[in-house]
């Protein structure tokens, strides 16, 4: 490493300050290229010994320690085991000091403001547990660590001595904040506690950060008392600099904006603890105990205790929503009773409550969650000793007890909601999804991004037909009015999950018998389409036996699936696309009538004459390529990447475009000058004119596949 | 005297016809205009109908800031100034468009670039 005497020299002195202080420690000097071409150089010491607290206290004042660079093993462990043991803990899960966080409001009344807007930087921490003290001679010691904001370690924030006027304010509920000032290469370090956390003490926090001079004039030079705290706001505003006042404006904003957003939050607060009895928000009526929207209502004694957790009432939510977050505590509430339930008994869960007959229940042998009404129909969960859900005394699925709950909204009587969880219990919501809706999956071509991101296909997705067989009572695959074939229901639903979910349109390199191809392939929409292929036949194999006529059993497989019904389920993909082409064909006639653009043949093939202000063009149809008219030269215009279109909205996007040349040319920037003939090849541009019919070809391929694999 | 009672009473149910008519008319001057949206989107296009002014403007000021969407208001191009969308000089110019247009149809396209050849020829 090369380095300049000038700058070595300020490491060095850094380095003679900070010795005086530990006894041993590692340096590792590091630089980078900060918008110059001089290196930056930081020194960051790890592996540090101290001799005693005192040192390390010392040491602090001057630079931040992180937990990780501290040496447990020389000296501090030798002289304060104790302390090595508390240390660590810090490092672990009893950290006194978390970011604020809306549930804290629950657990200290000193949070009367939760942020939201203000960025991390600006918002003090609270003091989330007891600090960690620690008595050496005659002083004591407080510590609190918490996660440094830059480099994610466990820092040790904060260590105060009983002799310094912040130690008395480093209790829990407390918030704290360290500000750090920078003058060349030399760090200050200043350390700011407050009793509560509200609006006027939040203007502070952000104006200290905005102005460093300005923690000189708080109590004690580090304390903001809540109870004067518009006070100080107000002194501190009148001395800050106009720097200050620039840098802290933005903030000024934004923490008004969370204040606005925390008035609701407020009235919430008083409706638990009984101040008020009702109020609206989002056009539902919440008591402590209920909530109402029209003809929807749920009540239930821990009700607002329960939302006050998990809903954010300052943002958009309906009384379905409220339902549904209610409904998934008391899954989470039966969840408990059974920790270590096999995963296994979920598996068989849909099985066995279509096959087997409900269990005898007695009374006593379950254990009830308190009473609770949805719509005025009273629900009672409960689990029995074999760790069995009920809702009303009637089994349901484990994994479908909150959907259960949700369900209830939907109903008006009792009666007919028994019927429901009566229906559901001999076979579960998710199967009785499948046979009303389809199962879905990724094939189709308009799949956005997101959708590939997303484990469970979108509403747009294309769905196979199922269906109840009555006469031999089956699960079928419905190919089309007259043709049914078995399928294995169970197992199509479990791979389809997996299948949508591995749809992703990641690159992989496929299998084969002898190892891995080298050529990658996408997992994309085609793929999904294919494995979809394969996932029916194995889904519509079963294993048959017969008996010879010597008597021998023999076990063959049945596949009742044929390629021309696989081909028929796969083709709700071209109904799909067929629409879509259709209707774009709507969205190309308005775009021509307002260009007035005309039908015509050009180099023999089909395509649309449009006037600019600069030349006219023609627009091929079939390939969405732009020609001057007069010329007949290619000129090269492409879809952006944002563009977003089906069928034949690039023809729309072109002829409309094209009308508005001259001011188009800003944009499209092969409009200006002369035609570009020479690029009229380079895009392989394939536009959806048509459905093509390539799931005959697909189908083959993957039965040509699986009879090789089956051969070897 | 039975012809002038006929006659009077014939006037009087014109007349409140008349009124009727005027009364129809003020309330059609009188009611906001209702603007639709062809988007060009994955489906195929969609159609937003029955707009107010306000959510028009929302709706293409949405398309166009975050869906990359071009606007063509009648089929000329409406430009936004300045690089923001939201502008209240855009906003303005925008709802004044709208509102000078009788029933204007509004389409709003994937945006186009200039081809490969134009990317090679300015990195020259």
């Known amino acids: 490493m090369v380095i300049k005497s000038e700058q070595f020299k300020e490491i060095a002195k850094e380095y003679q300050t900070l010795s005086k202080y530990f006894v041993r420690a590692t340096i590792h000097i590091n630089y980078h290229y900060d918008n110059s071409y001089s290196p930056v150089y930081n020194t960051t010491y790890t592996a540090m010994s101290f001799k005693n607290v005192e040192k390390l206290h010392e040491y602090s004042k001057l630079h931040p320690i992180a937990l990780q660079d501290l040496n447990f093993s020389k000296y501090i462990s030798n002289l304060h085991s104790e302390l090595i043991v508390k240390l660590r803990r810090l490092g672990g899960d009893e950290k006194v000091l978390t970011p604020i966080e809306a549930a804290h409001a629950n657990k200290y009344k000193t949070l009367k403001l939760v942020p939201s807007e203000v960025p991390y930087q600006y918002q003090p921490d609270i003091i989330s547990r007891p600090p960690l003290e620690f008595t050496e001679g005659n002083y004591t010691y407080r510590f609190l660590a918490g996660l440094n904001g830059v480099t994610s370690a466990i820092a040790l924030n904060i260590i105060s001595r009983n002799d310094e006027p912040l130690y008395d304010y480093l209790d829990e509920g407390f918030y704290v904040k360290s500000f750090v000032h920078q003058v060349g290469r030399k760090k200050i370090y200043k350390m700011v506690a407050a009793n509560a956390y509200d609006v006027h003490v939040a203007h502070i926090f952000a104006m200290c950060t905005a102005d460093f001079k300005l923690i000189e004039l708080l109590q004690n030079g580090c304390f903001i008392n809540v109870h004067s705290a518009e006070m100080t706001r107000l002194k501190l505003f009148k001395k800050m600099s106009d720097a200050g006042k620039r840098a802290y404006q933005p903030m000024n904003a934004l923490i008004e904006n969370d204040y606005k957003k925390n008035s609701t939050l407020l009235v919430v607060g008083k409706l638990v603890e009984g101040e008020i009895e009702k109020t609206t928000i989002n056009n539902i009526v919440f008591t402590k105990s209920s909530a109402v929207y029209e003809q929807v209502s749920i009540e239930a004694d821990d009700l607002l205790e329960t939302l006050y957790a998990d809903l954010n009432f300052n943002g958009e939510f309906d009384i379905y929503g409220v339902i549904a977050i209610y409904a998934a505590r008391i899954e989470k509430k039966l969840n408990k009773f059974a920790p270590d339930e096999p995963a296994k008994a979920a598996e068989d869960d849909h099985a066995a409550a279509e096959v087997l007959p409900a269990p005898a229940i007695e009374a006593g042998e379950k254990t009830s969650l308190p009473v609770f009404k949805i719509n005025n129909i009273s629900i009672t969960p409960a689990v029995s000793r074999t760790f069995q859900r009920y809702i009303n005394d009637v089994r349901i699925n484990k994994d479908e007890i909150s959907k259960a709950i949700h369900r209830a909204s939907c109903h008006r009587t009792t009666e007919d909601y028994k019927l429901f969880l009566k229906s559901i219990s001999r076979m579960s919501i998710k199967w009785h999804d499948v046979v009303a809706n389809g199962l879905q999956f990724k094939i189709h071509s308009t799949i956005s991004r997101q959708e590939y991101q997303d484990a469970a296909p979108s509403i747009d997705a294309p769905a196979i037909k199922l269906c109840i067989d009555p006469t031999d009572k089956q699960f079928k695959l419905q190919v089309d009015k007259d043709r049914k074939v078995r399928v294995n229901l169970s197992k199509l639903i479990k791979k389809a999950e997996t299948l949508n979910k591995r749809t992703d349109a990641k690159t992989f390199y496929p299998k084969s018998q002898l190892g891995y191809y080298r050529r990658a392939e996408v997992r994309d929409y085609n793929w999904c389409a294919s494995e979809l292929a394969g996932l029916l036949l194995d889904c519509c194999t079963f294993s048959k036996t017969v008996k010879n006529e010597d008597g021998i059993e023999k076990t063959t497989e049945e596949t009742l699936i044929t390629r021309e019904d696989i081909v028929a389920l796969l083709s709700v993909v071209n109904e799909q696309k067929k629409a879509i082409i259709e209707k774009s064909k709507e969205f190309l006639n308005t775009a021509v009538k307002l260009t007035n653009a005309t039908s015509i043949e050009f180099l023999g093939k089909k395509a649309y004459h449009v006037k600019g202000v600069l030349r006219e063009y023609a627009v091929v149809i079939e390939n969405a390529k732009v020609y001057d008219y007069a010329t007949k030269q290619y000129r090269c215009i492409v879809n952006d990447k944002h563009y977003a279109g089906a069928g034949y909205d690039d023809i729309a996007a072109r002829l409309l475009a094209l009308k508005n040349d001259s001011m188009m040319q800003e944009h499209i920037g092969t409009l200006k000058g002369a035609a570009q003939p020479g690029a009229e090849n380079v895009h392989n541009y394939q536009p959806d004119r048509d459905v093509a019919e390539q799931l005959d070809e697909l189908v083959s391929n993957v039965i040509e596949k699986r009879n090789n694999n089956q051969t070897v | ?124």
């Open chain 2, 1 to 124: 005297m039975n012809t002038s009672n006929t006659s009077s009473i014939e006037n009087s149910q014109l007349a409140e016809v008349a009124n009727n008519l005027r009364e129809y008319v003020t309330n059609l001057a009188a009611a906001p205009a209702k603007y639709k949206i062809e988007i060009a989107d994955r489906t195929g296009h969609s159609t937003v109908a029955d707009l107010s002014l306000e959510e028009a403007t929302d709706n293409i000021l949405e398309n166009a800031e975050n869906k990359a969407r071009w606007v063509f208001i009648n089929g000329e191009k409406f430009e936004f100034a300045g690089g923001n969308f939201r502008t209240q000089e855009n906003v303005q110019k925008l709802q004044a468009q709208l509102q000078a247009m009788n029933d204007p149809a509004v389409l709003l396209t994937g945006m186009l670039v200039g081809g490969l050849l134009q990317e090679l020829l300015s990195l020259e």
